[in-house]
């Protein structure tokens, strides 16, 4: 038992140290008949546990160091279709294997409800189709004690090491190999990005479009409002980070979204106004529980360094005082510091003085008329706030940006991870050599020589269209519960 002052005593501890023997010896022992049932079976190995029992055992919960590759997964040999796949919040590690099939979290782990029925689908034709995860920190910055990446900081680690792994690939595999990028939640964030930077290549570049088979976001902040949701269409909102249109050039027929209704990642109203500033202000924060003085202190540093660099730039532009450009789209510029061309230096003391002091004297006039138009337009920036709580938004949001994936089989639905499955082998169908084609039937030849062989479809069960669209994506509780085979509530 511990003692007064929290320290464990010596008995105190042997038993905790028991404990977690025995707990883990007897979840051995409660697994032995499933994991028997699903692991080889050899003399040496009677249990199918591998050569380390424990270890086996924590690798069920991703605690382990066994690296769990789909046999399906042609990654490492140069595939037709390469899936570079990054996954959404706490759902990865700077340090994970980039083909470890080991969820993270029991719910974790989002796209490979993509790529492992992808590499099914595809079984039969050894070497179409490999996938990889992004590793990255995929954190908001929230941690008990010790400090943890912030949001942004995870997002440019996964734009850069997704960035790297497609540059390595290409000049391992040349043009044997196209990839598609698939991206969730932050990670959609992060594809979007390449997406752009890719799309406005030269075509001579190491990687350009050309190299790009396709594009999908799910879930993604930064969704252009109102665009198709997997060719079909989508809702009217857009992402809440930035719904504005983008010009993602010799991309842009090759990209597809996946939007929920009221999945607020993707389908945010439109004048949020200041909600994404200070989005992007918490995004550079550390949250440290143990440590509520760091927050305060990043508080301070990131609103001072974004006030520094609008005034720089309010000082040395000329033209802003006549432009569209708001006060408002300058901070929420210059608080971004995601992408890696972001790294130009904050202004020096003396350049902020000189801001401040043209400001306040030759530019004290240019200043006051740009801020006083932009107060006449304030309230319609932000006119869309109040439908946050006034719409199935909160109720809704969370639960529609979990929805996307097949988790609940048998229910009747087509879920978008199915239809991500049929465009992602369509493509590499056509990437490969083509299909076989299916001969009918010929009946035996008079003199009794064997008829020809007929070919098969190739993998059915995914490749057909699916079953006559009559489903309606759910937007109201009644319509998620029930999608999900659930009864409605008491009383509805």
């Known amino acids: 038992m511990e003692s007064r002052t929290g320290r464990m005593s010596p008995g105190g501890a042997a038993t905790r140290v028991f404990a977690v023997c025995a707990t883990a010896l007897l979840a051995v022992t409660v697994l032995q008949t499933s994991v028997a049932a699903a692991a080889p079976i ?34 490492y040999d140069c595939p037709d279709i390469l899936i570079v796949a990054i996954t959404g919040a706490t759902d990865s590690e700077s340090d994970r294997n980039p083909v470890d099939e080991v969820d993270r979290l029991p719910w974790s782990n989002w796209v490979g409800n993509v790529t492992v029925p992808t590499g099914e689908a595809n079984a039969e034709y050894p070497g179409r189709v490999g996938w990889v995860y992004v590793p990255y920190a995929s954190e908001y910055g929230v941690a008990v004690a010790d400090p943890v990446p912030t949001y942004q900081e995870s997002v440019r680690e996964g734009l850069s090491t997704m960035t790297r792994m497609i540059d390595e690939n290409k000049t391992a595999c040349g043009t044997s190999t196209k990839y598609v990028l698939l991206g969730y939640s932050v990670g959609a964030e992060a594809v979007e990005r390449l997406a752009v930077d890719i799309g406005s290549r030269p075509s001579t570049a190491h990687v350009s479009s050309d190299d790009i088979a396709g594009v999908a976001l799910v879930g993604d902040p930064y969704r252009p409002a109102g665009t198709a949701s997997l060719d079909k269409p989508g809702p009217p909102g857009g992402g809440f980070m930035s719904s504005e249109p983008k010009d993602y050039g010799t991309l842009t027929d090759k990209i597809r979204w996946a939007c929920r209704p009221m999945d607020i990642a993707c389908d945010a109203p439109e004048n949020l106004g200041v909600l994404p500033l200070a989005l992007n202000v918490f995004g550079r924060m550390h949250f440290t529980l143990l440590d509520p003085a760091r927050t305060v202190t990043d508080f301070a540093a990131v609103s001072s360094d974004v006030a520094a660099r609008t005034i720089a730039h309010v000082f040395s532009d000329p033209g802003f005082a006549t432009s569209d450009e708001s006060v408002l789209d300058v901070m929420l510029r210059v608080s971004d510091r995601t992408e890696p061309t972001a790294d130009e230096p904050a202004p020096s003391p003396q350049e902020m ?39 199935p938004y909160i109720e809704l949001g969370f639960l529609q940006h979990l929805y996307y994936w097949d988790n609940f089989p048998d229910n009747g639905r087509d879920w978008e991870s199915e239809k991500l499955i049929r465009w992602i082998t369509d493509i590499a169908r056509e990437k490969s050599e083509k299909p076989p084609v299916i ?42 519960l029930k999608s999900l085979g659930l009864p409605p509530e008491p009383g509805k």
Do not use: C, H
């Open 42 to 75: 050899t003399p040496s190995d009677p249990l199918g546990l591998g050569d380390d029992p424990v270890e086996s055992v924590l690798d069920t919960f991703g605690l382990g160091n066994k690296v769990d590759q789909d046999p399906n997964n042609y990654a």
């Open 353 to 391: 003085f000189d801001a401040a002091q043209w400001a306040m004297g030759p530019g004290r006039s240019v200043v006051e008329a740009k801020l006083a138009a932009e107060a006449k337009g304030f309230a319609a920036d932000n006119a869309d706030i109040p439908q946050l709580w006034e719409k």
């Open 439 to 480: 001969e009918p039937a010929v009946p035996p030849a008079a003199d009794g020589a064997e008829a020809p062989r007929v070919i098969p479809p190739v993998a059915p069960g995914y490749l057909a269209p699916p079953a006559a669209p009559t489903e309606t994506v759910p937007s109201t509780w009644e319509e998620v």
